[in-house]
């Protein structure tokens, strides 16, 4: 049986903005690296208004590395005209994470209630597809997020490991990949399969944690703390650790519950949660 070990330090720690929401980017920034953390994930709305160059150097100066964009994606729709905005919108998102120095682009693919599945796959990879050229030349990858099922009507229409593996292999291009997020993927029989198949391509990109909180109030904003669910992170971990992966564990909390606590403790709670239970 393997043995994963605690995470007895926060050099692997990466924060989504998004975890603390009530926190502008700069304030963030201040806190995480105050607190020892070493990553930032930055959502694209602490962007707004803001000068990018500004921005890059404010990270930089705390000593933290950013670690992903987040997000591009929302490709389907039954309006052509929304089809072209969408991929206008993923060209903006990669021009932002190159200039913020992110090396990927976190993809929430997208899904339109209003047609089936089999057409919204297919504008995901359209999609995708029109991306790419610009991903390479600015040299930040795309990395397919699949969504847990429960969202696959309206938020992606890709929900499991192996999907998002399959496209990246169709569309087979060095600049694309997949982040694993525990809170959609923990289910999945198939999980430590596709893990090692993903790792086996050199395509794992990403890997996000946080917890299944029971029972669920909100099917968006109502994650848990590492620790408060029923996911086993370490196990899940333990595996994307196999494949070679030495990246972040990006903790990516949506939580009504937190938000309206004070974000100092909850900063401190992620961090008692990570070194116990990721």
């Not at 953390?37 to 500004?54: A, Y």
């Not at 389907?76 to 206008?88: T, V």
């Not at 040299?139 to 847990?148: F, N, R, Y």
């Amino acid at each position: 049986m393997q043995v994963v070990s605690e995470l007895t330090d926060t050099s692997r720690l990466c924060l989504h903005t998004i975890t603390t929401k009530p926190w502008p980017l700069e304030i963030a920034v201040e806190k995480y690296a105050a607190a020892g953390v070493h990553g930032i994930t930055v959502w694209r709305q602490w962007l707004e208004g803001k000068s990018l160059e500004k921005s890059r150097r404010l990270i930089s100066d705390a000593g933290l590395q950013v670690v992903s964009l987040c997000r591009g994606g929302f490709f389907p729709s039954a309006n052509a005209g929304k089809r072209q905005e969408a991929i206008a919108e993923n060209l903006r998102a990669l021009d932002e994470a190159a200039a913020i120095g992110a090396p990927w682009v976190v993809l929430v693919c997208g899904a339109d209630p209003s047609q089936s599945l089999i057409d919204s796959r297919q504008q995901i990879f359209d999609g995708i597809s029109a991306c790419l050229e610009q991903a390479q030349k600015l040299g930040v990858k795309l990395a397919i997020e699949p969504l847990h099922p429960m969202y696959a009507g309206d938020r992606s229409a890709i929900n499991t490991m192996k999907q998002a593996n399959d496209l990246c292999e169709l569309i087979d291009h060095p600049f694309l990949g997949v982040a694993v997020d525990v809170y959609h993927v923990w289910w999945d029989p198939d999980l430590q399969k596709e893990i090692e198949r993903c790792g086996r391509a050199g395509r794992l990109l990403a890997f996000h944690i946080c917890d299944w909180h029971l029972p669920v109030e909100d099917l968006l904003n109502d994650r848990g703390l590492m620790g408060e669910g029923c996911i086993n992170i370490r196990q899940i971990r333990g595996w994307v650790e196999q494949t070679g992966f030495t990246g972040f564990n990006e903790v990516e909390i949506f939580s009504n519950r937190w938000w309206k606590t004070d974000m100092d403790e909850f900063l401190a709670a992620i961090l008692a949660a990570y070194r116990r239970h990721s």
